[in-house]
């Protein structure tokens, strides 16, 4: 998948957790790739260090949100016209943000 993202696309930057049993390439010491250089931080930081140091928590945040807004609004337009297709996405994620406050619990920290 790097490979043919790099070829593609070089400059794009790939967040994607290595395997579990993932070892580095042979030119990890001289030319590192983007692989290698995740490798390299989950070794030195952790799985949880690389998450946050390489912004997949906010990627899998976006993830989980596109995937509510499919489940309940849908994943088609139903708006013909480019002037309605602009506002439609705004009034649906309007609506969900007020039911997500509707349903939002009131919690209150526990020493």
């Known amino acids: 998948m790097y490979t043919a ?6 400059d794009a930057k790939v ?3 290595p395997r579990a049993g993932a070892v580095l390439s042979s030119t990890a010491d001289t030319k590192p ?3 290698d250089r995740h490798i390299q931080v989950i070794a030195e930081r952790g799985r ?3 998450q946050r140091t390489s912004g997949y928590n906010a990627r899998a945040g976006v ?3 596109m995937s509510r807004y499919k489940r309940i609004i849908g994943d088609t337009l139903r ?3 480019q002037p309605s297709q ?3 996405p705004r009034i649906a994620i309007d609506v969900l943000n007020r039911m997500f406050d509707l349903g939002r619990p009131e919690s209150v920290r526990i020493a």
Do not use: A, F, K
């Open 33 to 35: 790739s983007q692989r």
């Open 79 to 81: 708006s013909h016209g």
């Open 86 to 88: 602009d506002v439609e």
């Open 15 to 17: 967040i994607v957790p």
């Open 5 to 10: 993202l790099n070829e593609r696309h070089p």
């Open 63 to 65: 993830e989980g949100t």
């Open 48 to 50: 949880m260090g690389w």
